[in-house]
């Protein structure tokens, strides 16, 4: 696989590469050219050509001074000619004459006062060849010396008279010094006073030769014994004949050789110097030097013979110096002398000692320097490099790191790299972008549109940041499109899914601290293949919808108390949190709520319910939960009261708080309010809400049914007899509201024609929960119902007859009314106006079981009879049936119970009490009717003892048609009538 | 809290000598790279010698033990020396570059630090190497009480130079006593009579006696003649001239008399060639002088020895007994700190007792140490002076009599002030000129036949005075200088 690198990393390889390759190059190209050591050659040809300039001046300006002291000599030699001729005398002898001798000193400090004012020279002198003032002395000679401290002033007065007579000193006004004298004198050492005899010598040699031919140069020597040594150049003085007598000479001192001549100025290193001495063969002869200072003193020993090793350069030396070591010395020839002189084998050679490292010392540096240059420029560059490399790439290093770091929510505003090829593929991603944005702006638009509160999330397993829609910038109160790390999502989404819902799933409650509302929220997560993503919705407007519904659910809007729902619920949690404990479940029912409703209307009704309620509240200081079920029912749950014991006088308590409470109506009376109450217990007899309910409710049916306003314990062996009726609640409502019945006729029969008399309606159930019409009348009794089930009966009653009433002819319908209950006005009104034509048919039978609402019973057939219709006493013989009735009853039929009648016809009881009864009615006008004929011999008795109809399965049973007589029964009746 | 304060200043001012110690101990110099150092002078003749060779001296052992290399530059006369270093320091077109250590008297050094070119020597002099000089001669170049601007070299002083044998010829002749030349009195009539006796001997022609008397430092002569009747005629201290009229009056009869009646004279450059050519007697002027008293004199082209006598300089009768003090020391220019460290070394090696009395010696002056002056090679030295040829045992009568003058009599030196030097050529020239002047109208006055008493009378020496003081006066305004008459 191929290496990838960074592009920073590959253009710093790059440019370093191209730096070390440029600096190595760059040295070996200075190796090659020898250019390092190029300086040293520099440096020696800078000091040949310091020593050449040097030696040059030098020949110059001596040249200069002798063509002056030659020029100068000749003069003096012309004036004292002249001057001895006038005294009758010899040049040779003008010294002998004191007068001749004053003229002489005088004309010759002329000239030496001219020489020194012309010349860079510290003396200059004039020596005789006798003494005037020691004229017998060989060695003494009269002699002019003027010194001059400062030559270079052109200052006269500093002149200083070393040798001569006092009126020179006079003429010039010129101080004498310590030492000054008349005469100076030879004989001293072998050669001290050559610079009187060696020009004298030359002249002789080459007379009448030019005068510097003549000129000789002296070593240095102490010419005065005064400690300052001098270098002399002397010329003689000549007769007319070229004979010299006398010499003109020049000095110069040490001091003001090396300061003038060999000035340290010159000098360009340090520890260098001049000196000038005889050179012969490379070797430079210090037996005598003029050095140019204290260096050249030190280090240059007298009267040693210093070899000198050529260099390469013409003039060049090199050679060991004691502590200053190796020394390059540039040495030149000096013109002192000219070519003809015979002194022209005196070398004087300028040579100028510099030490070596010193001469190279500049090269030397350069060296280290051009290195460290190098060295430096080399690290510089590479700095250079990385840190441009580094802000060229750094906009491409941002770029992509900005690229890795967007979110898909930020608008991508790439920043100019000023590289072209980058910029475009920015712009075009740019454009993408805006592209892609516009997109996801659509869509979040249209999830916005949409008006729901809904947003998206999606969390990168890579990723730093988490993507969110507007919604949740919104919900997290967050700015809009800014940057949320996976860290601060991950705290912000334990908050929202802090408080799961617990019956709904995916639902999370959410307090928002900053708005301080509640909210719920769906939360719903997905995996995604890089990640997650979730949707995340408010879905607080629905729960809160739900809960209020939930809340009109829970609680009665009336009392207030727990709705029969809420009931379940919480009665439920209530088992579900302790189950073992023992729990109570009382249900009770209002004993007179119909009554007062009736009484006084429905808002004393109302209130009525508001008083009970609070009684039963009593119950919510032991943990009861206290509910209105329906109408004037009540349940109350009570849960870990203790015992059954303790239970129970908890429940007989309330008996005693419920007196206390009474309801004031509107007739100024205070009504106890009573109410029956049944307990089923938990979990002894159920272990459910549902069954318990139930099963309590049935206690306290029992209760009302046995013993009104008292409270009845729930009692398993009742209930199981009488169960249907709570079971079948819920159908007669249904077989109520849906009509759920149907007729089945069962003819009763004339017994004098054997012809059908009537029908009577025969209420069947169409709902299985029922098995007989008494169950009906049973539950609808039960549950308060009757009145319905009368209405619906003879409505449907009157109904069939309308719809069946060619079928049944001119024959009666019997149909079964509930005695006690009476249809109100306005169903009367309905019957009357429809169905009168039919009240002829219709006979209404009664029974004679309840008897506790006589008053209305007689209203009732009163009303019947006014009508036109006939009434029959059914089941007459059982139960509360008896003649009292009958009597005032007047009903137009009796029908007298099966009882009475199966077997009949071998029971003379019953065969009297039927003749009397028989015997009774037909006294008073009222037909009798045998019910239950369910074999021939009834048949026959019944048909004997005078009784009017018959009814029972020999005679027909009930169907659903209107049957038709047997012919055969017909004639078997009417055979027996026979 | 206030402790740890202490500590720090504790430690601090520790540090503080730690670093100072350590600097005391620091040098600009390098032996490696010898700083070059410039000297003007103006020594000549014996003197010059004498200092390039100290200067060799120098240069081969200590100099180049520390890196220093003096060149000493002869600068000519005093004055030549002063011009030079003046122009140098004003920057004059075409002047040469500063030396870096020159000679200089104290008037011209105050001038140099005017213009900030001086350096203070106390930063190279710690205080127990300036107790090693004569305080007297230290002080004569501390300025404004703190700085050190010159350090003395060598001293001298002046005393009266006798040629011995023509006074005692004369003395002889006439019933003279050398005690007579002790006052300025004494010497005008003693110079008086020697003229008279002189122009005797050539009775063929009157008006040619000789002049007995040379003054080689009229200036000198007249601040000494003042201090010595109890005016500071260069009054340092209020930094103004001092002209008490009947003090100049004494003065200036005694050598303008003297001067226009030949009981004084100057021809040569020095008095001293004026002995050598045997136009004078004696003369007043420098011990530094002593080596140039001949032991012979020219006499018709040949050499004539004479005897010295070497007397304290007169006193003006009811004055004090002052003798001048004088020399000058050298100064140290601003420079590079090298170059001014470099100076100094050379300066305390120069002065130091073994150096400076050798340099001292060669002419006559006084060593500026004090303990050179105890010191036995200098006792030494003198004995063998006393014992040696007839020159040095002139240098060492002039020594006896210069030594008596700076330990047991009175020496003065005028405190400089701005423009002081000024005053001193002022006095020389002004005085100087009317001599000669003086001399000119005697002489033409003798031809005429007058009387001394007549020629004196026709010169009129009061109103000579009057125009001597007029021409010292109008010197002095054209320098701004300040003056009192009284």
């Not at chain 1, 052109?154 to 040798?163: A, C, D, K, P, W």
């Not at chain 1, 100025?265 to 490379?282: C, E, K, P, R, W």
């Not at chain 2, 000598?17 to 010898?34: I, M, R, V, Y």
């Not at chain 2, 460290?341 to 060593?367: C, D, H, R």
Request: with cysteine; proline share 3%; net charge negative.
């Amino acid at each position: 696989m191929k290496k990838t690198w960074t592009l920073r990393r590959q253009l710093n390889i790059l440019l370093a590469l191209i730096v070390t390759f440029q600096s190595i190059a760059l040295l070996s190209a200075l190796w090659v050219s020898q250019v390092f050591f190029m300086l040293d050659a520099e440096a020696v040809r800078l000091l040949n050509n310091t020593t050449e300039t040097r030696s040059k001046t030098f020949n110059a300006s001596m040249g200069q001074t002798i063509a002056n002291v030659a020029d100068e000599t000749e003069q003096l030699n012309a004036a004292l000619i002249l001057l001895a001729r006038q005294q009758d005398s010899t040049p040779e002898s003008l010294y002998l004459s004191d007068s001749a001798y004053n003229e002489t000193a005088l004309l010759a400090s002329d000239a030496l006062v001219s020489i020194l004012k012309e010349n860079r020279v510290t003396g200059a002198f004039f020596v005789l060849n006798g003494s005037n003032s020691n004229k017998g002395d060989p060695s003494a000679h009269s002699a002019v010396y003027i010194r001059n401290t400062t030559p270079d002033s052109g200052v006269t007065s500093n002149y200083l008279l070393e040798i001569g007579p006092i009126a020179v000193s006079k003429q010039y006004t010129m101080a004498t010094s310590i030492r000054w004298n008349l005469d100076i004198r030879s004989g001293g050492e072998a050669g001290d006073f050559d610079f009187y005899e060696k020009p004298i010598w030359a002249s002789t040699q080459f007379k009448n030769s030019e005068m510097e031919r003549y000129g000789y140069w002296t070593t240095p020597r102490d010419l005065l014994k005064d400690n300052q040594q001098v270098v002399c150049y002397t010329m003689p003085v000549l007769d007319e004949n070229g004979n010299g007598y006398g010499v003109v000479g020049i000095e110069i001192d040490m001091p003001y050789f090396s300061q003038h001549y060999l000035p340290d100025s010159d000098l360009l290193y340090h520890n260098s110097f001049y000196v000038i001495a005889g050179m012969t063969d490379q070797t430079l002869d210090l037996d005598w030097f003029i050095p140019s200072g204290v260096l050249a003193e030190t280090y240059l020993k007298n009267g040693e013979q210093l070899k000198l090793k050529a260099l390469e350069n013409e003039g060049v030396f090199e050679t060991e110096l004691g502590e200053l070591g190796t020394m390059v010395a540039s040495a030149r020839e000096l013109k002192v002398y000219s070519d003809n002189s015979p002194f022209a084998d005196q070398n004087w050679t300028l040579a100028c000692f510099v030490p070596s490292d010193v001469l190279r010392e500049n090269s030397a540096s350069v060296r280290e320097k051009l290195i460290y240059s190098i060295v430096l420029t080399t690290i510089l560059a590479f700095s250079a490099v990385f840190v441009l490399v580094y802000f060229f790439t750094r906009k491409i290093s941002r770029l992509s790191k900005y690229v890795r770091e967007l979110s898909p929510h930020d608008e991508i505003h790439f920043k100019p790299t000023g590289m072209l090829e980058v910029d475009d593929l920015t712009a075009a991603l740019q454009l993408l972008n805006q592209r892609l944005m516009n997109v996801s702006k659509t869509t979040s638009k249209i999830l916005e549109l949409s008006l729901l509160p809904i947003g998206g999330y999606e969390v990168l397993d890579s990723g730093k940041q988490v993507i969110l829609t507007d919604f949740l910038y919104w919900l997290l109160h967050l700015d809009p499109g800014s940057l949320i790390s996976q860290e601060e999502w991950n705290d912000s989404y334990q908050k929202l899914t802090r408080q799961p819902l617990e019956d709904q799933e995916n639902i999370y409650e959410y307090y928002d601290d900053y708005t301080e509302k509640q909210m719920w929220l769906r939360i719903l997560e997905a995996k995604s293949p890089n990640g997650v993503v979730g949707v995340i919705q408010d879905v607080t407007a629905d729960i809160e919808e739900k809960r209020r519904l939930t809340n009109e659910l829970d609680y009665d809007a009336l009392t207030g108390l727990f709705s029969n729902t809420a009931l379940k619920r919480e009665s439920t949690r209530r088992i579900t949190e302790k189950p073992k404990a023992i729990g109570a479940m009382i249900f009770i029912d209002l004993d007179n709520l119909k009554y007062i409703n009736d009484t006084f209307g429905h808002d004393v009704g109302d209130r009525l319910i508001i008083r009970a309620s609070e009684i039963f509240r009593y119950f919510e200081q032991f943990g009861g939960v206290v509910s209105r079920i329906s109408g004037d029912e009540f349940a109350i749950y009570l849960h870990n009261c203790g015992n059954q014991n303790e239970v129970r006088q908890i429940i007989k308590n309330l008996y005693v708080h419920g007196k206390s409470i009474l309801l004031t109506t509107p007739d100024g009376s205070d009504n106890q309010i009573r109410f029956s109450a049944g307990v089923a217990w938990y979990p002894q007899d159920a272990t459910n809400v549902m069954d318990l309910l139930k099963l309590s409710d049935f206690a306290m049916y029992e209760a009302k049914h046995k013993e009104k306003g008292r409270l009845f314990e729930f009692n398993r062996e009742y209930y199981q007899q009488m169960s249907y009726l709570l079971e079948n609640r819920e159908a007669i409502n249904r077989l109520l509201d849906e009509q759920l019945i149907r007729f089945a006729f069962q003819p009763i029969v004339d017994l004098k024609t054997g012809e059908i008399y009537a029908y009577e309606a025969l209420m069947r159930p169409l709902v299985n929960n029922f098995k007989n019409p008494t169950e009906i009348l049973a539950v609808a009794a039960a549950q308060s119902k009757l009145a319905q089930l009368e209405r619906m009966i003879i409505m449907m009653a009157f109904q069939i007859i309308d719809e069946h009433s060619q079928q049944i002819g001119e024959r009666k319908i019997f149909i079964n009314s509930i005695p006690s209950q009476m249809m109100n006005e306005e169903d009367h009104l309905f019957i009357e106006t429809r169905y009168s034509q039919h009240f002829n048919r219709v006979v209404i039978e009664v029974t004679e079981e309840e008897s506790r609402n006589a008053e209305s019973l007689t209203k009732k057939i009163s009303y019947i009879r006014n009508k036109g219709m006939k009434i029959a006493l059914d089941d007459f013989g059982s139960g509360y049936s008896n003649e009292i009735r009958v009597l005032s009853l007047l009903p137009d039929i009796i029908k007298i119970d099966m009882e009475m009648i199966q077997g009949i016809h071998n029971n003379v009881d019953k065969q009297n009490l039927v003749a009397n009864l028989v015997h009774f009615c037909h006294n008073k006008g009222v037909k009798v009717v045998a019910e239950g004929i369910e074999v021939p011999l009834d048949l026959a008795t019944v048909i004997e003892m005078g009784v009017d109809y018959a009814q029972g399965f020999y005679l027909g049973r009930p169907a659903f048609e209107f049957s038709i007589i047997d012919p055969q029964l017909r004639k078997e009746i009417r055979d027996l009538q026979k | 809290m206030k402790r740890k304060i202490k500590l720090a200043c504790l430690f601090l001012s520790v540090l503080m000598l730690l670093t100072a110690c350590s600097a005391g101990e620091k040098t600009a110099l390098d032996p490696k790279n010898p700083v070059s150092i410039t000297l003007w002078h103006y020594y000549v003749g014996d003197n010059k010698i004498a200092l390039e060779t100290a200067v060799d001296t120098f240069n081969k052992s200590v100099g180049s033990e520390k890196g220093v290399v003096v060149n000493a530059v002869a600068k000519g006369s005093v004055t030549e020396l002063e011009k030079a270093v003046t122009d140098a320091a004003k920057g004059v077109v075409n002047a040469e570059a500063m030396p870096d250590l020159f000679s200089c008297y104290p008037d011209k050094a105050l001038e140099i630090d005017e213009l900030g070119k001086l350096c203070d020597l106390n930063d190279y002099f710690s205080e127990a190497e300036q107790a090693l000089y004569v305080e007297e001669f230290l002080n004569d170049g501390q300025f404004d009480g703190e700085r050190l601007l010159i350090l003395p070299i060598v001293k001298s002083t002046e005393l009266l130079y006798v040629n011995e044998t023509a006074w005692n010829e004369f003395a002889a002749a006439n019933g003279q006593d050398a005690t007579k030349l002790s006052t300025w009195e004494g010497v005008y009539a003693a110079a008086q009579a020697y003229y008279k006796w002189t122009d005797a001997q050539t009775p063929e022609s009157s008006g040619d006696g000789k002049s007995l008397m040379g003054v080689d430092s009229v200036a000198n002569y007249v601040i000494i003649g003042n201090k010595q009747l109890g005016v500071e005629v260069i009054d340092g201290q209020n930094q103004q001239v001092v002209l008490n009229r009947a003090v100049m009056k004494k003065i200036f009869d005694t050598y303008y008399g003297g001067m226009s009646l030949g009981y004084f004279n100057a021809v040569g450059k020095f008095r001293s060639d004026d002995i050598k050519a045997g136009d004078l007697t004696a003369y007043v002027g420098s011990s530094s002088g002593a080596a140039y008293f001949p032991t012979w004199i020219e006499k018709d082209n040949t050499q004539l020895p004479i005897d010295f006598l070497a007397l304290s300089y007169p006193v003006f009768e009811g004055g004090s007994p002052y003798a001048i003090q004088q020399g000058a020391g050298m100064s140290v220019a601003n420079s590079t700190p090298e170059k001014q460290e470099g100076a100094a070394v050379f300066l305390k090696w120069f002065t130091s007792e073994a150096q400076n009395i050798e340099f001292a010696m060669t002419t006559g002056y006084l060593p500026v140490q004090s303990g050179a002056y105890e010191n036995a090679e200098f006792k030494a030295s003198l004995e063998d002076l006393r014992a040696g040829e007839t020159a040095e045992k002139n240098v060492a009568a002039v020594y006896d009599i210069a030594l008596n003058q700076i330990m047991e009599r009175d020496t003065y030196a005028s405190l400089p002030f701005k423009g002081s030097y000024e005053v001193r050529s002022t006095l020389e020239k002004s005085l100087t000129t009317m001599g000669q002047s003086g001399r000119q109208n005697a002489t033409a006055l003798k031809e005429q036949g007058l009387s001394e008493a007549e020629i004196l009378a026709a010169l009129d020496l009061n109103a000579r005075f009057e125009e001597w003081l007029t021409a010292i006066r109008s010197q002095l305004n054209e320098s701004g200088i300040p003056y009192i008459e009284n």
